[in-house]
DNA sequence: TCCTGGCACTCTGTAGGGATGAGTGCTAAA
DNA sequence: TTTAGCACTCATCCCTACAGAGTGCCAGGA
C-alpha cells in the first residue's frame, strides 16, 4: 500500500470507478470505463492503470475475473477531491423548508420532523442528535400544579425549544406558590446556560441556608429538578429515521447478515453519540466513509453529517446513514441544507 | 375443503404439528409426529390422519416429499382449543410492573415505553394505539403563555395523562388574562369527555355572541384551539416498537422480499389503525391470525392484540406482531398482562 | 373396519461437470 | 508508452446424479 501521488489519469480512472459503482453496485471493468472516459485509451491501458490503484490501495477485486470496485480509501479521494457541490434541487429545498413547524415547538417533535426529512429525501437512514442539554440557555421557566405533590416544569430556551418534564414536589405547593417561585427564578436565572445555573444553584443553596428563606430555598429545589439533568437520562438521545430505507439497498439485500449487524448497531444508540460527539464542534459536512468509523457492524456503511447551531453555539448533529456505496455529493447538499435550516430556524426566534 | 368435526385424534396430531411447527419453523413429518404423541399409532397412521387434514384445510404441504405445515385455519384452530393459558414467569410480570413510571406522565412516553416493553418481551414487534383524543375525559386545563401571540395549552385527563399542545393566539393575552380564562373553562367543562366540550364550545359561543362577553368569548375560542382534534392530526397514532425483532424470525431472514412487503406495511399506520379499531372494544385478547388480518402484506403475521382501559372506558388497543408461527399462549398472556397493568395504572389516578 | 409394515415414488438439496461469458494478466509488437 | 491478442481465471448457469426425507398406497393382520 504505497502512498504516492496519483497520475492525472489515474485520478480520472478512479473518479470514473467510483462513480460508475456508485451508480450500479455492480463491480465496474476496464471496458466501461474505457468507454466511459473520454481519454482514448485501450481497456488494456485502463487495465494497467488499474492494477496500480489496486496496489496502492484504491480498488479491490472480488475475484480474478471480476471487475474492480472501490475501497473506503477510494471513496474518500473521491469525496476530498469533489469541487463545488451541485446544489439540491428547488423542489427539495422547498421541502425543506416547509417541512419545519413554525414556532415554539417541542424539541422531540421537531427532530422527529427533521429525522423523517432526512430519509424521505435521501432514501436511507435519517439521524439526529438531540441538543446536548447543557449547551442551552434558558429564556422562560414555568410550573404548573398538576395534582399534590406532583408539577410539571416547562421552560423555553433561547433557540424557543419548548422542554418539560414532570417533577415530584416535597412539598405540596400551591399554584400561588410555585408562580411566586417562577417569579424569583426568571428574574435570577434567564439567559443563563444550564450549567451555569446549576452552580448558581449549588451557590444560592449555601447562602440561603445561613439566611433561611424558605421561599427561595424551595425555588432552589424546585429549579434542581427541573433543569438540572440527571447524566444518564437524556444523554443517550439519537433519533433514526428512515431504517428501513436500508432494506432497499441492493448490497444489503443480498447479505442478510450485513444488513442485520447493521441494525444491531442502530440498536446501540451511546456508540452512536460518540461518533456524533467528535462531529458537533466541527465545521460543515464531515463524512465518516466505512470503517473511519469505530463501530465494526457498520463498517460497510458511510455517515454523512453536519451541525446544527443556535447563533454560534452548536446543539447537536444530524445526518444521514447509508452504504459506502452513495451518492456523496447529494447527501453533503442535503445535510447541509437542512442543518442551515433548522439552524437559521432555531436561531431566528 | 369440507368443514367436518374433527376426531380427537385429529385434534391431537393437528395440535402436535402447530405447537412443533412453531418451535421448528420445520415441515413435520408423520415419524416425528408418531413419536411425539403417546398415541401408540405408526406414522403410516398418522400420515393417513395428516392426510384428510390436508383435505380439510387445516394443513399444507410445500411439496409431496416435505412435512406439513399449518394453515392460518390449523393456527385459529390451535387458538381456539387453548384452555387455561399458563401465566408469565413472575419476573416477566415483575418486569412489566417495573416498566411504567408512576405518576402523571405524557402521553407519548407512556406509550413508547409500553411499545418497548412489548417487544422486549415477546421478542416481537410491540404496538401500541394512543388513546383515541375523542375517549379523554377533561380534568384540568391551563395556558402558559410562551411569547408574544403564542401560548401552550397542558391539559390533564382523568387518566392522568397529560397533553399539551401549543396554540397561536389571535389576540396578546397576557398570563393572567389566559388565568382568568382557564378557572372559568375548568369551572365549565372539567369532567366532560372532549367531544361533548366540543358541543359545548359552540353552543356557548352562540350564546356568547349575543351577550357578547369578550372575555368568555376568548376563552371559548382558546379551549377550541386546545381541546378540538383536527381530525387527521393525531388520528394515525400507532407505535411500533422493536420491528427489528422480525429481522430475527428464520422464516423472514430467507425470504428478503417477505420481510420487504411486511415492513412497507409497518410504514403505512392508518391501514394498521383500521385493524385496530375494531379491537377496540372487544373483550380481553383479540387475536388476527395470518390472512385474517386484510393487509396483503401481512398475511404472513398474525396480531394478538388487547385493549386498555381507564375505568370502563376502553382508550386504545396493545400488542404484538409476530409471524403466524408465533408462541400464542405466551403472547396471549403477555399481552393482556400488559393491557391490565397499564389500564390500572391508568385508572387508579 | 381399522391399523401397520413395506415399498415405490416424489421432491429437495447438494455435489460435480461442462459450457458460457466477463474480465483480467501478460507479452510482444507498434 | 500504448495496445492488440491470447491464455487464464472465476462466477454463473444448466444439467445430471444421488442421497435423504417423507409421502401414498397397498396388502396383510388384528
Redesign the pocket.
Known amino acids: 500500500m504505497v502512498e504516492a501521488k496519483l497520475s492525472e489519469r489515474a485520478e480520472i480512472i478512479l473518479r470514473t470507478v467510483v462513480q460508475n459503482y456508485i451508480g450500479t453496485a455492480e463491480?465496474v471493468?476496464?471496458?466501461?470505463i474505457a468507454k466511459m472516459t473520454h481519454l482514448?485509451?485501450?481497456?488494456?491501458?485502463i487495465?494497467?492503470v488499474?492494477?496500480d490503484l489496486?496496489d496502492t490501495g484504491y480498488l479491490s477485486?472480488p475475484?480474478?475475473?471480476?471487475?474492480?470496485m472501490p475501497t473506503d480509501l477510494a471513496y474518500r479521494f473521491y469525496v476530498n477531491s469533489l469541487g463545488e457541490i451541485p446544489p439540491l434541487a428547488r423542489e427539495e429545498l422547498e421541502k425543506i423548508e416547509q417541512s419545519f413547524p413554525s414556532g415554539v415547538r417541542e424539541i422531540d417533535d421537531l427532530m422527529e420532523v427533521t429525522s423523517r426529512l432526512l430519509s424521505f429525501l435521501s432514501q436511507q437512514a435519517g439521524l439526529v442528535s438531540l441538543p446536548d442539554v447543557r449547551s442551552v440557555v434558558l429564556k422562560h421557566l414555568e410550573f404548573i400544579r398538576l395534582r399534590p405533590y406532583q408539577a410539571m416544569a416547562v421552560f423555553v430556551s433561547e433557540s424557543g425549544i419548548l422542554h418539560n418534564r414532570i417533577i415530584e414536589l416535597d412539598e405540596d405547593f400551591t399554584q400561588e406558590k410555585l408562580d411566586q417561585m417562577t417569579g424569583y427564578l426568571n428574574a435570577e436565572f434567564g439567559g443563563m446556560p444550564l450549567p451555569r445555573i446549576r452552580s448558581e444553584i449549588v451557590k444560592h443553596m449555601a447562602r440561603e441556608k445561613e439566611q433561611y428563606d424558605q421561599l427561595l430555598m424551595n425555588a432552589m429545589r424546585l429549579s434542581q429538578k427541573a433543569l438540572v439533568q440527571e447524566e444518564n437520562v437524556e444523554s443517550g438521545q439519537v433519533i433514526l429515521g428512515g431504517t428501513t430505507n436500508i432494506l432497499k439497498q441492493p448490497e444489503f439485500t443480498a447479505d442478510v447478515d450485513k444488513m442485520r449487524s447493521i441494525f444491531s448497531a442502530f440498536e446501540d444508540k451511546s456508540r452512536l453519540l460518540k461518533i456524533i460527539d467528535r462531529v458537533l464542534h466541527g465545521q460543515g459536512v464531515s463524512i465518516l466513509i466505512g470503517s473511519e468509523n469505530e463501530i465494526q457492524e457498520m463498517k460497510n456503511c458511510s455517515l454523512v453529517m453536519h451541525p446544527y447551531t443556535c447563533g454560534d453555539r452548536a446543539l447537536g448533529v444530524l445526518g444521514v446513514i447509508g452504504p459506502t456505496r452513495m451518492e456523496y455529493p447529494r447527501m453533503m447538499a442535503l445535510v447541509a441544507a437542512t442543518a442551515q435550516t433548522l439552524s437559521r430556524l432555531l436561531t431566528e426566534r
Chains 1, 2 share one sequence.
Open positions: 463491480p471493468g476496464s471496458r466501461t482514448g485509451l485501450s481497456p488494456a491501458t487495465r494497467n488499474m492494477s489496486e477485486h475475484h480474478t475475473s471480476a471487475g474492480r
